[in-house]
């Protein structure tokens, strides 16, 4: 007799929304991956990229890395065959402890990031490389730590913005450099348009939520930090400012008042390409409050992204929207600082030996070309070949015959081609683990729903069985998932187990929207928020953010963005051909006047080129964009070699050594026409 029954598990990725999925088994086989009705965030739907490839590449054995692959052709060329998992861990370790003996440990460098989000699969593996003492790549460099940097400054945190639910007390939504209708598709569909207050929408680009908001500013990329300050001005001129609250709870008005003399809305009109009636109009908006900040991950990755954040950030510290219902100010929720737990404990860092050693993913490819500097490289929960600057230069290195390479993977990704040693990672409907959006102030269980496809194996098991091969005895390198996990949820949900919190789904941490800061102290030196800031100082940054714009592209150079696609999680499902149906050729987008100024039309081959590399694609045309700025999406496969990022020189940002990729400029061509 054929028995069905269905398990309860939750979308680990790394976005904001978190859903609620359902697994439909026939005899303990996944038949369909659904969205749970009963969530509260998915309400029975999952995004269209998830709902196609959780039911395509991703239970598709053709598509998957099913057991260890040891290389047999020459760098790149994705020649594998199949070995046991003893004969990987033995020549992984061997190898291992020849670098280890000969030029050190910290020339084995590791990439992670954010393959999965969940808590063990991610943050386990980082106590063998603490252990081993290997180099990591700070992960938050290639995605969004200059926002960090420079809301610490200001709040003395970044990971404790506003609880979602607090959006039925806010009168005005501000949402500043973040593509909901492709990063957080539930909270476009839903928690958007269900909050009462006004929208108001600050992007270069005309997206979904920029189209459905009540007022949609659309500055040139990297002018933000002056929209700011002619929104200041603005508010100070009628009125708006919160001076009571600035007096007792923040450091550095007095100062920072004289700058926003000169920055009028007709000034920020000037400066930022945004019409000054409407610089107005989102003052008055946001000013009036309570109102809600939601400063977006794509608006940091610009050459000045901290002072851009440092500066959009002064909005509720000037109008005091913080601390109280319906006002906060978000860029992520982190799962420790508003779920209590400790992911630092998962991680290990007490396992470390000797001082941490770090690059950039900036400096990443230029560090695997030095062999002085690397010997071995791994890369797990990452696809560095796609997602990575200096794509051309890190191939390169990455053909290093000498450089040992090992990505763990589910699937074998372009940098997988370049490995020594593939090893098969499960994917999350195959373990038990903790997961959280980082937007909702919740808690998922993330349930196994099947045995791990082939030979694969969760990520924390890969580690521990390497760490046994390399002879480690720290008991920490052995610990059981469950203990992990019953830690944690004892943290964030006491005297919930896991099998409690599988049986909900997901759920919620406080019964009642968190008000963070509401006793207006801040974890900065001062204890309030920081408008001026010496600690900012001391590192070479102005003490107060600067009301500058980036200069405009010169030379017919176009600025180009290069957001998050609709239908990729990062590079993820690049390989899932519902997925490619839907993705069409790669495009450009651009303005319609920069199309006829070049003499392009819509749909021809074009050659974006610059100083970095060079890309085909399909051109696009669309008054989405502001002239000047051309739009292709992040992440595809890379489809003769490359994708965007060939063209991305891993510009550093101002703060965070993080990446400014929003920062490029191009030309754009007719292809087949030479320089
Ligand atoms: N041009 C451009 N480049 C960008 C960006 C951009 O906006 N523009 N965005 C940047 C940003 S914000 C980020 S965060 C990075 C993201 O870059 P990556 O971290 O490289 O993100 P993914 O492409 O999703 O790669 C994750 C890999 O993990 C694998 N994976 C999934 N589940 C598991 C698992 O359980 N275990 C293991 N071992 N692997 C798993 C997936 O198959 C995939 O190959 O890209 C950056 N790159
Ligand atoms: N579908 C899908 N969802 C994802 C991802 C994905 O790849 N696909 N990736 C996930 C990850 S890793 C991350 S970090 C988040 C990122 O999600 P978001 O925070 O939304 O960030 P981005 O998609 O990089 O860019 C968002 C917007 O920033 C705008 N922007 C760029 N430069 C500027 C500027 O100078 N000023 C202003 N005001 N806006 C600017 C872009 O036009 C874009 O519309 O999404 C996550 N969710
Ligand atoms: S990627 Fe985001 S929107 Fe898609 S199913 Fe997962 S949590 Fe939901
Ligand atoms: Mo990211």
Not at 193 to 219: C, F, M, N, S, Y
Not at 584 to 606: I, M, Y
Request: hydrophobic share 40%; glycine share 12%.
């Amino acid at each position: 007799m054929t028995e069905t029954d269905i398990v309860r598990t939750t979308c680990p990725r790394d976005c904001y929304d978190g859903c609620g999925i359902v697994v439909h088994r026939r005899d303990g086989r996944i038949r369909r991956v659904l969205g749970d009705p009963d969530h509260p965030v998915s309400r029975g739907g999952l995004c269209g990229k998830c709902a196609i490839a959780y039911n395509g590449a991703w239970l598709d054995p053709e598509r998957r890395v099913l057991r260890p692959l040891r290389r047999i052709g020459p760098k790149g060329a994705g020649q594998f065959a199949p070995a046991t998992w003893d004969e990987a861990l033995a020549a992984i370790a061997g190898r291992l402890g020849a670098i280890i003996d000969g030029p050190g440990a910290e020339t084995v460098v590791h990439a992670h990031y954010t393959g999965t989000c969940s808590i063990v699969a991610t943050n386990f593996p980082n106590r063998f490389f603490h252990r081993l003492g290997a180099t990591e790549v700070e992960p938050d460099t290639v995605c969004n730590n200059a926002g960090y940097a420079a809301l610490e400054y200001v709040y003395g945190t970044a990971v404790k913005g506003f609880d979602p639910r607090t959006a039925r007390d806010a009168a005005a939504i501000l949402v500043w450099g973040c593509n909901p209708s492709a990063s957080a598709p539930h909270a476009h569909r839903y928690w958007l348009p269900e909050a009462p207050g006004k929208k108001i929408v600050v992007d270069p680009v005309r997206h979904d939520t920029a189209q459905a908001a009540d007022l949609h500013l659309q500055p040139f990329p990297g002018s933000d930090a002056a929209l700011a300050f002619a929104m200041m001005h603005v508010l100070r001129r009628e009125g708006l400012v919160d001076a009571g609250y600035l007096a007792a709870h923040a450091v550095g008005w007095e100062e920072l008042s004289p700058r926003l003399d000169a920055c009028t809305p007709e000034w920020g009109e000037a400066e930022t390409g945004v019409p000054a009636a409407d610089i107005v109009a989102a003052a008055r908006l946001y000013g009036a409050g309570p109102s809600l900040l939601w400063i977006g991950q794509g608006l940091q990755r610009q050459p000045q992204g901290g002072n851009v954040v440092r500066s959009v950030a002064l909005l509720p510290a000037v109008t005091g929207n913080i601390g109280k219902p319906g006002a906060g100010v978000y860029y992520l929720n982190g799962k420790g600082a508003t779920r209590g737990m400790d992911l630092g404990a998962v991680g290990g860092a007490q396992l470390r030996r000797g001082p941490p050693q770090s690059i950039g993913h900036m400096g990443l490819a230029a560090h695997l070309a030095d062999p002085a500097k690397a010997q071995a490289f791994f890369c797990w929960n990452m696809n560095v070949a796609a997602s990575a600057p200096n794509q051309k230069a890190l191939l390169a290195a990455l053909s290093r015959e000498d450089l040992f390479t090992v990505v763990v993977d589910p699937f074998p990704t372009d940098t997988a081609r370049y490995a020594d040693w593939v090893l098969p990672a499960a994917t999350f409907l195959e373990f038990d683990d903790l997961a959280g959006s980082y937007f909702h102030i919740s808690l998922g269980a993330q349930a196994k729903a099947a045995e791990p496809m082939g030979e694969s194996l969760p990520n924390s098991e890969i580690f521990r069985r390497l760490a046994r091969a390399m002879g480690y005895e720290e008991p920490e390198l052995y610990e059981s998932d469950r203990s992990i996990i019953d830690r944690q949820l004892a943290l964030a949900l006491p005297g919930v187990g896991f099998d409690q919190l599988a049986a909900a789904g997901t759920m919620p941490v406080g019964k009642e929207a968190a008000v963070y800061f509401a006793d207006g102290r801040f974890p900065t030196p001062s204890g309030r928020i920081e408008i001026a800031s010496a600690a900012a100082e001391a590192a070479g940054h102005g003490r107060l953010p600067s009301p500058v714009a980036d200069a405009r592209p010169a030379g017919g150079r176009l600025r180009l963005l290069t957001p998050a696609s609709r239908w990729l999680m990062n590079s993820s499902y690049g390989n899932d051909a519902g997925v490619a149906g839907k993705l069409g050729p790669a495009f450009v987008t651009l303005h319609p006047d920069d199309a006829a100024e070049r003499g392009l039309a819509a749909g021809e081959r074009v050659t974006l080129r610059n100083e970095t590399g060079s890309l085909s694609l399909e051109l696009a045309v669309a008054p989405v964009v502001p002239r000047g700025v051309a739009l292709s999406d992040k992440s595809r496969w890379l489809a003769g070699g490359a994708n965007v990022n060939i063209l991305n020189p891993g510009l550093v940002s101002d703060m965070g050594r993080s990446t400014a990729l929003h920062g490029v400029e191009v030309e754009v061509v007719r292809s087949g026409v030479s320089a």
